[in-house]
């Protein structure tokens, strides 16, 4: 019977998913080794750096979070987007494929072109518009080639607590929790439909689409459900009982940057039973994070309140 990998190693564990994978193996009693790894530790566009931790760490499994993420950014600096989302891809997958670990390689719903008239399962065509989806289906693509059993998961609008070692590092909904909380409402998209998706459920997840030695896939692993990034902000701050609700809306003719896909909401035929079952409505995921997390976000606002709110995107 297949059994969770052991040692496992993350690759950006600095980041919002890349904490929230740690955290959970960690805390999983099963697994008997994390180590995290964030830029500092593994920079994944340097081959000889990334092999030398690999065979350092020799783990069962390495996780590769590390992205160069967000549309403008991407667009603005396509060779760093392809040095980190497409070859640091390649180079993790042979070090772990010359290491006989298992890679995991997060991916992004912007792999699609948002225009299908349903949510996206595995068996779509990707047809990425942007340079983020396209380095990220590239980056696909290089670890599967790599062999050795490696894994993709594709994944969409994140949320979660941020990452203990820096806080700063608030994802979205935490923006959007601290503008209300000191009465800023703020103006959010509602014309971008997705699949929100809470990290601590994510990570779970994956922790058990290794545990059932799930072949390459790919995989989109979610929550249940979609909305618009209204609809996520707006449940966000109406959860809390806070007053400054967001207001609802739409890129102008004028609006400067690329055009994101409309819709890539996300959904799965390739899960295994298990990994379904622990899956759920992604409302019930946002007030979970909202119990636990909301208080910390909204004592944040005090400190720290971003004055404006770039264009959300996808992992």
Known sequence: MPTVPRRWLILGAEGLLGSAVADAAAADPRIHAVHRAGRAQADVTRSVEIERLVHAVQPDVVVNAAVFTGVDPCEADPARAYAVNTLGARWVARACATANA???????????DGTGPDAYDETASPRPLLTYGMSKLAGEGETLNAGAGHLVVR????????????????????QILRRAAVG???????????????????????????????????????????????????????????????????????????????ATPLTSVRLPPRVRQLNRPWRGALAEFLREHGPD????????VRPALPLPDAQ
Not at 155 to 174: I, M, Q, W, Y
Not at 204 to 215: F, K, S, W, Y
Request: proline fraction near 10%; include cysteine.
């Open 102 to 112: 298992r890679c995991v390689y997060i991916s992004t719903d912007y792999v699609f």
């Open 155 to 174: 994944t969409a609008a994140l949320f979660g607590p941020p990452p203990p070692s820096d806080r700063r590092r608030a994802g979205f909904v935490e």
């Open 184 to 262: 800023q409402p703020a103006d959010v998209v509602d014309t971008l439909v997705m699949s929100p998706t809470y990290t601590v459920d994510l990570a779970r997840m994956l922790i058990e689409l290794l545990a059932a030695d799930a072949d390459g896939g790919p995989y989109h692993v979610t929550n249940e459900g979609s909305t618009t990034w209204y609809g996520l902000a707006h449940a966000a701050v109406s959860g809390l009982g806070l007053g400054a609700l967001p207001r609802p809306s739409a890129p102008g003719a004028d609006t400067v940057g690329p055009v994101r896909p409309a």
């Open 297 to 304: 976000a909204v004592a944040a606002a005090r400190r720290t």
